[in-house]
């Protein structure tokens, strides 16, 4: 994601969700034609439970800050 060389049509999750598997995992089903990526804009990293388990699949990002600056709405390629 560096130089916000993300693709286009891009998911963005702005928070964390408590479960981030169960919001992951539908947008990542086999039956999908292709994944867009996920960006979860958050102010503080996932834990490590709960990346190990989202890292697992294809085109999930991280990016520190908040739904609220402008700024790092940018960061985020919106």
Not at 38 to 67: A, C, D, M, N, R
Request: glycine share 6%; aromatic share 8%; proline share 6%.
């Amino acid at each position: 994601m560096e130089g916000n060389l993300l693709a286009k049509k891009h998911i963005i999750l702005c928070g964390m969700a408590d479960n981030l598997g169960k919001f992951v995992i539908p947008l990542r089903s086999i039956h999908l034609p292709n994944f867009n990526p996920i960006v979860i804009l958050h102010t503080k990293k996932p834990t490590e439970k709960q990346w190990s388990l989202i890292s697992l699949f294809p085109e999930i990002y991280f990016v520190k800050g908040t739904g609220m600056s402008k700024n790092d709405l940018v960061k985020a390629n919106i």
